[in-house]
């Protein structure tokens, strides 16, 4: 059973950072691309910053491109979505999910529906 835990959410100030955590158990994930999505109030969920596990190749959304940084940690089985810069617009609960069959020479997908497992989210709240 994959079962996906996120945490590092918080309250921060418009130009600050946080450090999210996704700790994946349950399964090997070294085929595995790992994805960060987040969804505001009244908004449908958006894609964040995906990784491939295998080799570390990342994909961020231009919306974040140069502010936040996804990661991850062999040994620990953690994926991180580092987020610096933040502003208000970027307030939302944030998932981590991970697509168990990635295709293509890509480094993970944008699209919701190639995800399999969902973790529970993380609230992201900037304030201004």
């Known amino acids: 059973q994959v079962q996906l835990a996120e945490s590092g959410g918080g309250l921060v100030q418009a130009g600050g950072s946080l450090r999210l955590s996704c700790a994946a158990s349950?399964?090997?994930?070294?085929?595995?691309?790992m994805g960060w999505f987040r969804q505001a109030p009244g908004e449908e969920r958006e894609f964040v910053a995906a990784?491939?596990?295998?080799?570390?190749?990342?994909y961020h959304a231009d919306s974040v491109k140069g502010r936040f940084t996804i990661s991850r940690d062999n040994a620990k089985n953690t994926v991180y979505l580092q987020m610096n810069s933040l502003k208000p617009e970027d307030t939302a609960v944030y998932y981590c999910?991970?697509?168990?069959?990635?295709?293509?020479?890509?480094?993970?997908?944008?699209?919701?529906?190639?995800?399999?497992?969902w973790g529970q989210g993380t609230q992201v709240t900037v304030s201004s």
């Open positions: 999910a991970a697509d168990r069959n990635p295709t293509g020479l890509g480094c993970g997908s944008s699209r919701l529906a190639r995800y399999d497992y």
């Open positions: 349950g399964r090997t994930f070294t085929t595995y691309a």
């Open positions: 990784i491939k596990w295998s080799n570390g190749c990342t």
